[in-house]
T-cell receptor, first 112, second 115 residues
Framework: SQQGEEDPQALSIQEGENATMNCSYKTSINNLQWYRQNSGRGLVHLIL?????REKHSGRLRVTLDTSKKSSSLLITASRAADTASYFCATDKGNYGQNFVFGPGTRLSVLP | DGGITQSPKYLFRKEGQNVTLSCEQNLNHDAMYWYRQDPGQGLRLIYY???????QKGDIAEGYSVSREKKESFPLTVTSAQKNPTAFYLC??????????????FGQGTRLTVV
């Protein structure tokens, strides 16, 4: 039961540029989270935005949430080669077994 | 050094064999999860557990089994009934289920290959 869908599937940018990834989901949520996965590794939590929040910042990350459109975006500013990874959104419906439903991810490549 | 540990990192299984993947956490988390990830794909939920001695099937539980006898441990057995077990398996935990600020903590994964 895939809830989130990231867009684009893959993104390639130059170092220093900004990267924007989008996530759309289908049903109402408790919160939405973004995770990063380096190749062959586990996922690392980046940021969580609650359903009553519209924007959140953490360092070079900016996340927005539009519950009316059921969508979120993750902006990484001034990207670095080390940002190369896959990025996943996960929705939390707050119900047992339906917290952390992941989309297929966006593969970001930051070229030096 | 708190965290969630999966072992082994790489595992090879012969056709018809059962194998067990280990997942241990020392974060004192109540909830634990197993996900399967295929190349270039997202995560699909296999099983989850909210508390000790309780677990529920996720979206793709067929061919898998779990136990939750201790809070710290949530091993996953891939049985011979799983027809296509080659994948990357990720274990995760969270402090509980359904809280407004709940985030998942992941292990480093086990890559299972059928030979």
């Amino acid at each position: 039961s895939q809830q989130g869908e990231e867009d684009p599937q893959a993104l390639s940018i130059q170092e220093g540029e900004n990267a924007t990834m989008n996530c759309s989901y289908k049903t109402s949520i408790n919160n939405l989270q973004w995770y990063r996965q380096n190749s062959g590794r586990g996922l690392v939590h980046l940021i969580l935005i609650r359903s009553n929040e519209r924007e959140k910042h953490s360092g070079r990350l900016r996340v927005t949430l539009d519950t009316s459109k059921k969508s979120s975006s993750l902006l990484i500013t001034a990207s670095r080669a080390a940002d190369t990874a896959s990025y996943f959104c996960a929705t939390d419906k707050g119900n047992y077994g339906q917290n952390f439903v992941f989309g297929p991810g966006t593969r970001l490549s930051v070229l030096p | 050094d708190g965290g969630i540990t999966q072992s082994p990192k790489y595992l090879f299984r012969k056709e018809g064999q059962n194998v067990t993947l280990s997942c241990e956490q020392n974060l004192n988390h109540d909830a634990m999860y197993w996900y399967r990830q295929d190349p270039g794909q997202g995560l699909r939920l296999i099983y989850y557990s909210q508390i000790v001695n309780d677990f529920q099937k996720g979206d793709i539980a067929e061919g898998y089994s779990v136990s939750r006898e201790k809070k710290e441990s949530f091993p996953l057995t891939v049985t011979s009934a799983q027809k296509n077990p080659t994948a990357f398996y990720l274990c995760a935990s969270s402090i509980g289920a359904g809280g407004p600020n709940t985030e998942a903590f992941f292990g480093q994964g086990t890559r299972l290959t059928v030979v």
